[in-house]
């Protein structure tokens, strides 16, 4: 019982030090419990930022631990003058070095994505022989609809620029690369389930 209250003694000694008291203490002892009340501290203004910047409530809760768990070894060796400042920016670099990483990821994915697109509409190339490829682009083409269909056959086909395609068919241009698009998407769709 003695113990427990000389913990909470403690522990209430400590919610009473300003943040520079707890890391000057920290660093002297080399307690964790001086980083937990911190961490309790901030947790709330480091999870609002994360989410701010990640979306995701798992990837924000992710990267507040990750963050202090990355953190206290190195916090030692910094001179920190305040510590509020400090961590905010801290967590606000790791979840723009995280959103970069993501969105390096995405633009190899849209890479492979253009790669894929552009083998099929290849096989809209008449000297390119009659191959169970192309027998797949004919049929996926007829299920298109129609307006897609004939954007797409003017497109890849005739080589006609958008705004010839507008001129002759009487949809507006906008309509056109739409048709296009959706075009480009569904057939993307129908040659990756039949071939």
Known sequence: FAKKIAFLNRKRKILKLSDKEILQRHKISGETEYLGELYNRYIPILYGVALKYLR?????QDAVMHLFTEIVPKICQLEINE???WIYAAMQNYCLQ???EKSTEVEKNQDV???ESNKIFRLFDENEPETEQKKALKQCLKKLPVEQRIAII???TEEMSFQDIA???GYNLK???NYIRNGKHNLKICMAKNY
């Open 167 to 169: 001129d002759c068919t």
């Open 83 to 85: 510590f509020r400042t």
């Open 56 to 60: 995701n409530t798992d990837k924000a």
């Open 154 to 156: 003017r497109f890849y």
């Open 175 to 177: 309509q056109v690369k």
């Open 113 to 115: 994505e253009e790669n």
């Open 98 to 100: 995280l959103s970069k």
